[in-house]
């Protein structure tokens, strides 16, 4: 049973646009939501994060959207660059309970069209 | 700070060879994780040390998988008898808190 869900599996902008990943999980106790890219041939790369205290993490163009009530969360790629094209993971753990195991979802794959 | 660093980058063994491979977690982190990633099952979580010490050994096949922390800079997972099944990338992390990805280590089993 998957804990952490991630849609669209698969997503195409045009340069510019805003681009909306979404994630959702199942276990209440997760408490820290970090988002990872990764580029084909490359190991994943932090790109931000949230815990569960705060309803919004914003970094740039990137901001977390996060729904504790609803187990949601979203990540938002503001004005869309071709270079942003990569896998985006959503990730959670129990971190302040000890559990430092991250529980990955299937993965975004996007593409940024010029 | 070269980040965490893992070797070989790819390596290639017969089915039945013994494979390991080599982490150096970023200096001044305590915790080193191993996952495993395929196209088909995601990032998966093998095993995790705090400070040298195993911690957390739940996604590591009970059999022909080990992993060793013998120093604070290097860990080592051996794959033991690896079978066609084992191909995958094996991803070493580090971490304070913020959890650091190695680019990996492509094993290929033939």
């Known amino acids: 049973q998957q804990q952490v869900r991630q849609s669209p599996q698969s997503l195409t902008v045009w340069e510019g646009e805003t681009a909306i990943l979404n994630c959702s999980y199942e276990?209440?106790?997760?408490?820290?939501f970090p988002w990872y890219q990764q580029f084909p041939g490359e190991g994943p790369a932090l790109l931000i994060s949230?815990?569960?205290?705060?309803d919004k993490k914003e970094d740039g163009r990137f901001t977390i959207f996060f729904n504790k009530r609803e187990k949601k969360l979203s990540l938002h790629i503001t004005d869309s660059q071709p270079g942003d094209s990569a896998t985006y993971f959503c990730?959670?753990?129990?971190?302040?309970?000890?559990?430092?195991?991250?529980?990955f979802g299937s993965g975004t794959q996007l593409t940024v069209m010029p | 700070n070269a980040g965490v660093i893992q070797t070989p980058r790819h390596k290639v063994t017969g089915k039945g060879q013994e494979a390991t491979l080599w982490c150096e977690p970023i200096?001044?982190?305590?915790?080193v994780f191993w996952y495993r990633q395929t196209i088909v099952q995601g990032l998966e979580f093998l095993t995790y040390?705090?400070?040298?010490?195993?911690?957390?050994d739940s996604g590591m096949p009970k059999e022909r998988f080990s992993a060793q922390m013998p120093n604070q800079s290097h860990s080592t997972l051996k794959i033991q008898s690896t079978q066609p099944q084992d191909s995958a990338v094996y991803l070493c992390?580090?971490?304070?808190?913020?959890?650091?990805f190695g680019k990996g280590t492509r094993l290929t089993v033939v």
């Open positions: 992390a580090s971490s304070p808190t913020e959890v650091f």
């Open positions: 276990d209440s106790t997760f408490n820290y």
């Open positions: 949230i815990r569960s205290v705060s």
């Open positions: 990730a959670a753990s129990a971190a302040s309970s000890g559990s430092w195991q991250l529980i």
């Open positions: 200096s001044g982190h305590s915790a």
């Open positions: 040390f705090r400070n040298q010490a195993p911690i957390d």
